[in-house]
T-cell receptor, first 113, second 115 residues
Framework: DQQVKQNSPSLSVQEGRISILNCDYTNSMFDYFLWYKKYPAEGPTFLISISSIKDKNEDGRFTVFLNKSAKHLSLHIVPSQPGDSAVYFCAASAGGGSEKLVFGKGTKLTVNP | EPEVTQTPSHQVTQMGQEVILRCVPISNHLYFYWYRQILGQKVEFLVSFYNNEISEKSEIFDDQFSVERPDGSNFTLKIRSTKLEDSAMYFC?????????????FGPGTRLTVL
């Protein structure tokens, strides 16, 4: 089941630079997309979301972009901070009575001081 | 800030034993979920629960699994006869509204180890 794909298992950036995490999906029924951040031994923490009727959503240093035609979304973190180092999961839900989240495998972000 | 809590943080059990994983969802939330993550794999949906009924379940959630809301605050996942392959992190989540665009908030997880 590869409905949500995060093709980069890891990403390393310098503090202060931009981090761009990518996510692709195959199910055209997905209408809501979320990014979660996860530290070791903790649960996923909600970061930011976007509905399929939008193409961009910003919250402070975090911006999510959605390209529906390409079935692609990305999370931009600017500026990146060492505390952002974590595993980032992309997740999607299809609505229509189904509430389950379908997750990608995650991308481990390391922000170097 | 309200949060989902889970107990225990780590459960070790022998194969064939029953385990109950406990969750306290956020207090004004009405929709409850269990997910699991086997080491090195994706977070996978198990079951959703609303109004004392299962609303959706995955293929993983077979007859060995059950969920219950025994009182106004707890939400439990029971595995009747554990198998080695049940070893995983189990996450509880909750959300307030029915809308699929409402956010699910996750607990810290219970690490289940089946020996």
């Amino acid at each position: 089941d590869q409905q949500v794909k995060q093709n980069s298992p890891s990403l390393s950036v310098q503090e202060g630079r931009i981090s761009i995490l990518n996510c692709d999906y195959t199910n055209s029924m997905f209408d809501y997309f979320l990014w979660y951040k996860k530290y070791p031994a903790e649960g996923p923490t909600f970061l930011i979301s976007i509905s399929s009727i939008k193409d961009k959503n910003e919250d402070g240093r975090f911006t999510v972009f959605l390209n529906k035609s390409a079935k692609h979304l990305s999370l931009h973190i600017v500026p990146s901070q060492p505390g952002d180092s974590a595993v980032y999961f992309c997740a999607a839900s299809a609505g229509g009575g189904s509430e389950k989240l379908v997750f990608g495998k995650g991308t481990k972000l390391t922000v170097n001081p | 800030e309200p949060e989902v809590t889970q107990t225990p943080s780590h459960q070790v059990t022998q194969m064939g034993q029953e385990v109950i994983l406990r969750c306290v969802p956020i207090s004004n939330h009405l929709y409850f979920y269990w997910y699991r993550q086997i080491l090195g794999q994706k977070v996978e949906f198990l079951v959703s629960f609303y109004n004392n009924e299962i609303s959706e379940k995955s293929e993983i959630f077979d007859d060995q699994f059950s969920v219950e809301r025994p009182d106004g605050s707890n939400f439990t996942l029971k595995i009747r006869s554990t198998k080695l392959e049940d070893s995983a992190m189990y996450f509880c989540a909750s959300k307030q509204l029915w809308s699929s665009t409402d956010t699910q908030y996750f607990g810290p997880g219970t690490r289940l180890t089946v020996l």
